[in-house]
């Protein structure tokens, strides 16, 4: 059923996978997320415990008519610190899927380099994403049991190919802010106990920034 909405992908390494699954779950365009491994090399199967030389990685399906490769360039310097070395696992990465991306991309880092930072981040063409593990899917909204029971989500497929997972994921930890929700629930066929459960979450997290 969002068939009908056209899609694009984008996918982006920026540590921890769980606080960009969130921070972009709710953000307006998002359609779905998935948290993987990337970047590594091929022929090699990556794990959680045997992630290789793969970095863990966020891609996203998007709406380009509701929020554009540059704004979803700008989340991702805004969200991490592409200056501090950290073991591959955790590198920043910018693996683009097109021409276009891979042209806007080289902008801003190049913006960025120009204000005299020491960035580390790589721009590497998308190659093969691997699923994380279904535990690592939608890590905040696994969180509350009860809520992914009545919303019918129960395996990591589900999880993945959910709409309503992806902005909830983002909900459950305050991401969004209230206003977008209360606009937004509707949409998402919650029913009044849901939309009460989640209220009350978004309330109490908003601002909080997000941690893994
Ligand atoms: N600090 C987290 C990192 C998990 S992330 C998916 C942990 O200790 O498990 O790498």
Redesign the pocket.
């Known amino acids: 059923h969002y068939l009908n909405i056209p899609s694009e992908k984008a996918t982006f390494s920026m ?4 606080a960009p699954d969130s921070l972009f779950g709710s953000t307006p365009g998002i359609i779905t997320t998935r ?1 993987g491994y990337a970047g590594g090399s091929e022929g090699f199967i990556p794990t ?1 415990r045997n992630i290789g030389d793969y970095t ?1 990685a966020i891609q996203l399906q998007y709406d380009p008519n509701t929020v554009t490769y540059l704004e979803l360039l700008k989340m991702f310097w805004d969200h991490h610190d592409p200056t501090a070395k950290f073991k591959k ?2 590198s920043s990465f910018i693996y683009y899927h097109n021409d276009q991306q891979k042209a806007e991309a080289e902008q801003t880092l190049n913006e960025k380099k120009a204000k005299g930072l020491d960035i580390l981040t790589k721009i590497e063409p998308a190659g093969q994403f691997f699923n ?1 593990e279904d535990y ?1 899917q939608k ?1 905040r909204l696994q969180q509350h049991k009860n809520l992914c029971n009545d919303l019918g989500l129960k395996t990591g497929e589900d999880l993945i190919n959910s709409h309503v997972a992806a902005r909830l994921n983002g909900y459950v930890v305050g991401q969004g802010g209230i206003d977008q929700f209360d606009s937004e629930a509707s949409k998402l066929r919650l029913d009044e106990a849901a939309i009460k459960y989640i209220r009350q979450l978004v309330i109490k997290y908003e601002g909080q920034g997000l941690h ?1």
Do not use: K, L, M, S
Not at 15 to 18: L, Q
């Open positions: 540590g921890c996978f769980w948290v959680y863990e696992q955790y994380a690592h890590y893994c």
